[in-house]
Every structure is written in C-alpha cells, then in structure tokens.
C-alpha cells in the first residue's frame, strides 16, 4: 500500500456507473436506471476511492432535509481489500454525515463490525423473489402523474419520514419503471414503483395505509414484469408485509439489518410494504 497514491474523492454523475456496476458485482441487483435518481437524492454525498488514479472503492452517505443520513454501496474492489481502503471511505462518510442520525441496510458479513462502530440493529430487511406473477391491472390505482408532485413528495414523507423531492421527481419518471398510486376520497393513500433491474424487475417502494391497499398495488405492478422476476424488500416486522409475500408463494433471497447510528427516527414500518432500495433507504 505504501507504492500507492490513495485519495477519496466526492463523485460526479458519471461515476454513477461506477458504483453501480459494482453492486451488481456484488449481487444486489441494482436498476438499470438508478444514476440519475440516486445522484439528485444528494450530488455531494457519493465518493470514490482512488489508487493511483484507478477506482477501486465507494461509499454513499445521502442527507435528507439535513435531518437524516442513509448509507449505502460501501464497497472496495475484491483484490484492493484487507488493505485499509474500506475503513478510510468510511470515515469519510461519518465525517460528511457528521452526527446525523445515519441509517444502513448492513449485509450479513459486516453487521458485528457496525455493532462495534456503534449502530444499532432496528430490525430485518427481507428480500424475497416471485416468477411468474401474473396479476392484473386492480381498478382502484391510477397512474401517478395524476397525482401531483407536492402531494406525492408529502405522502412519501410521511412514510418515509424525511423529504426527498429531487430524488422522487427523477424516480418516478425512469425509463422501463411503471408507478401507481390509490386515493381514498381524493387523498393519497398508496403509492408504488416497479422498475427493471439487471435481473427481473424490483418493486419498490410500496408505501401505504394498509395491507389491502400494498396489495392491490403490488399486483397491478407486477403484472408489469410480463411474469419475470420481481423482487421486493420488506421489513420483517411489518407482518402485513410479510403475508403477502407469503400469500403468493415469494421465494427468499436474502436479508439485511436495518441498522442507525446517532439514534433512530421515528418511521411508521407498518406501511412500509416494499422498501424503495438499499442504497439509499
């Protein structure tokens, strides 16, 4: 390590496909789609790792209202690992978010090393893959451009438990995506997205007022993967959640710890049916 130059560096837009391609490396799937929403969440809080100018690592820590921070692709490059690179990015993350409240999805390998950094496992995430799921479009949702944005931005706040408008204007408009949403007497009662991914299609998120809402708008979405896989995330102490996962017989893939450091926010899991993602919350 001494021989090599080794420097972070905030990212830009096009190192997007960067960090992107190395989630997929490691099996997460991301969307083909994601640089522009992700970047618009936040353009300051990407970062690269370089070794004598070669990307070899990266992290994410994305600010939200200023109030709240979600990490996400912590990665170094197989062969540059065991070398201190991963623990000076972040570093660097926890100087950018300084003190935030700070939230991951930490995978299962690295869950006892964010115990002793101080984060504090919330609970699980699930994900779980469905093929073949052929629902129909339910007759209650509507597209959601006939919602307007301020209320959009106000429902997924209330779920979500901070705003994020430049990342939904960019999320819900993404090539080869497809978003619904269900009014109850003209007020937003539920929305989703289903978007293509390197395998299949993810949905997510699925945020809404109750099961029978998260339903009808995950069967109208995954009619939109044409019987591919679909792949959702829920969180396994929202039960409503988890029963439908159940009821159409998803296979599951993997898990990951909802994790905070810098104490937890106040979210209303129980209407969280499909997680929007794992990199940025």
């Known amino acids: 390590m001494s021989n090599i130059s080794y420097i972070i560096r905030t990212a830009e837009e096009k190192d997007m496909d960067f960090m992107i391609e190395l ?28 070794a004598s100018g070669e990307p070899i690592a990266c992290v994410s820590g994305v600010k939200y209202d200023d109030k709240f921070a979600f990490g996400g692709f912590y990665i170094v490059k197989e062969e540059y690992r065991k070398q201190d690179y991963g623990i000076q990015m972040y570093k660097r993350v926890i100087d950018y978010v300084n003190g935030l409240p700070f939230g991951i999805d930490g995978v299962v390998a690295q869950q006892e090393n964010y115990k002793k950094s101080g984060f504090v496992f919330a609970h699980n995430q699930m994900r779980y893959e469905g093929t073949g799921l052929r629902g129909k479009l339910q007759t209650e949702c509507i597209g959601i451009k006939e919602i307007s944005i301020e209320d959009l931005i106000k429902y997924d706040a209330s779920v979500f438990g901070f705003q994020r408008s430049e990342f939904l204007k960019k999320w819900i408009i993404m090539p080869e995506s497809y978003s619904l949403a269900i009014t109850d007497n003209s007020k937003l009662a539920g929305y989703g997205l289903i978007r293509k991914c390197f395998k299949g299609y993810k949905i997510g998120p699925i945020f809404a007022e109750e099961k029978s809402i998260a339903e009808k708008l995950f069967l109208s979405l995954a009619e939109f993967a044409e019987g591919k896989e679909v792949y959702l995330d829920i969180p396994e102490i929202n039960k409503a959640g988890m029963a439908i996962q159940e009821k159409y017989n998803m296979k599951y893939v993997f898990e990951t710890a909802r994790m905070y450091l810098n104490g937890k926010p106040e979210i209303p899991v129980e209407k969280v049916f499909g997680v929007t993602s794992f990199e940025l919350g």
Do not use: C, S, T
């Open 23 to 50: 989630a997929r490396q490691e099996g997460w799937n991301p969307g083909l789609h994601d640089k522009e929403p992700f970047y618009a969440a936040d353009p300051n809080g990407f970062f690269i790792g370089e």
